[in-house]
């Protein structure tokens, strides 16, 4: 060992577990990586950056929101080495290297394909590790700020190889009752209420920035837990440099939900210059708002509405906003349109008709109804926790048995089909949109 080097042992544990299919290994976790306690943890390291762009996902911002992207994907991830001598963070100094035991993953998952980073990596996986796994690796280019040759589109196109040994995410659909269930489940193993909002927010911003980059975005906030994931996606926009009005019926120290509430207050005590809250404005002044938007956000009710009816301020709001939609103006639902059932598929009246739908953690049974396209327009699931582990423990293997009647997989049954210039109310929900065949149904089906 040279004076300039330093004996270093591996101490961060690997990511996996069962479910893994693809193992990622550097080759020895720089200083700062070890002193933030986990991978690839310089700050212009761009191995996050890639992965997030490969998943079309926020840049995960912890530790805790970097080892849930692995698990979700399928992706475990360590090292080659278990110790050496090494100057810094320089792969080319490295001396009397001890491999780790590799096993410890591929006994324990279905692994199929070992991806390397970097050449020092691969040349020491080739030498110590491939005869224990059995598995040849492919070499990837360095995401380190060393390999400054590459940019990170660059780096993206070369780690798409990984996809091929993906499985696509599982989205299963639940009842209300059981996402309750399932996000207290969570909550309980550590990921917390607040961090579940911070995610959620920070993913509808991250998608709604992503389908329009530039203009203005007007927030519709409720009272409860949905209005709490648009406080943060209001801040997340101002921050990437949109012009955001917030509107709400209450002050953040008026709210009474939790997370909510702390969720507001952390906003209003850094509020972005590019972000107006509008507290109770006047029915003319939302009205103005919305229309100078180019986009609106409906966070006010979420999936745990239920009625016939939509009460005021909020009613008034969603006439307004259905109105601007009709001229143009993009809308994107926070989890489940407003004034839309989550759990039945009834909409009241008024119900928001959203070009778009960010649906929290998993899909709802009432936004898998026939006719949900017509309010909730696109539905994309928003992947903020790993729920596998608790969908195993709940989900049956096999599919379950189905009416001798219902219609093939794929195939909308046709009593629910009408031309596509049609609509219950008059209104025609292909008119701005792409055709697509979603299946549609005669008449409102509550009516």
């Not at 911002?61 to 849930?68: E, G």
């Not at 196109?157 to 696509?168: G, T, W």
Request: with cysteine.
């Amino acid at each position: 060992m040279t004076a300039s080097s330093e004996h270093i042992v591996h101490e961060i544990e690997p990511v996996f577990d069962r479910h893994s299919r693809v193992l990622i290994l550097g080759t020895m976790p720089s200083p700062k990586s070890r002193e933030e306690g986990f991978f690839y943890g310089h700050p212009r390291n761009r191995f996050w950056t890639v992965l997030a762009s490969l998943f079309h996902e926020p840049v995960p911002a912890t530790n805790q929101r970097k080892r849930d992207l692995l698990l979700r994907h399928g992706i475990a991830l360590w090292d080659v080495l278990a110790s050496c001598d090494i100057e810094g963070a320089s792969d080319a100094s490295i001396k009397n290297a001890k491999p780790n035991d590799l096993t410890r993953i591929t006994s324990a998952a279905p692994i199929e394909a070992v991806f390397c980073t970097g050449a020092k990596s691969a040349e020491l996986y080739r030498r110590y590790c491939e005869s224990q796994t059995g598995i040849p690796a492919v070499q990837l280019p360095s995401t380190s700020p060393a390999n400054a040759a590459m940019d990170t589109e660059t780096l993206t196109a070369a780690y798409q190889v990984i996809l091929d040994h993906l499985e696509a995410p599982r989205h299963v659909a639940l009842h209300v009752p059981e996402v309750v269930a399932l996000e207290q489940a969570i909550a309980a193993d550590g990921t917390s209420l607040a961090e579940l909002m911070d995610r959620a927010g920070g993913f509808l911003a991250f998608y709604t920035h992503t389908l329009h980059p530039e203009g203005r975005i007007a927030v519709l906030c409720g009272t409860g837990n949905n209005g709490g994931d648009g406080w943060v996606a209001a801040g997340w926009l101002a921050e990437a440099g949109h012009d955001v009005v917030l509107i709400t019926p209450r002050s953040a120290d008026e709210l009474r939900a939790e997370p909510a509430k702390s969720a507001a207050q952390k906003l209003m005590q850094a509020l972005p210059e590019s972000c107006r809250i509008l507290i109770a404005p006047e029915a003319d002044a939302v009205a103005a708002e919305l229309k100078a938007a180019d986009v609106i956000i409906d966070a006010i009710l979420g999936t745990g509405f239920s009625g016939d009816s939509v009460k005021e301020p909020f009613a008034r709001w969603i006439e307004e906003a259905c109105a601007c939609r009709e001229s143009g103006t993009a809308v994107i639902a926070a989890d489940c349109p407003s004034g839309y059932s989550a759990e039945t598929g009834k909409a009241a009246s008024p119900c928001i008709k959203a070009d778009e739908t960010v649906t929290m953690i998993t899909s709802k049974v009432g936004l898998e109804r026939p006719w949900a396209f017509t309010y909730c327009g696109n539905v994309t699931v928003a992947p903020i926790a790993y729920t596998r582990p608790y969908l195993d423990e709940t989900q049956p293997d096999e599919p379950e048995e189905q009416p001798a009647d219902a219609p093939a997989p794929g195939k909308p049954d046709e009593q629910f089909r009408r031309p596509e210039n049609e609509d219950d109310d008059g209104y025609d929900p292909y008119s701005d949109r792409p055709a697509t065949p979603e299946p549609l149904f005669q008449q409102d089906p509550w009516n």
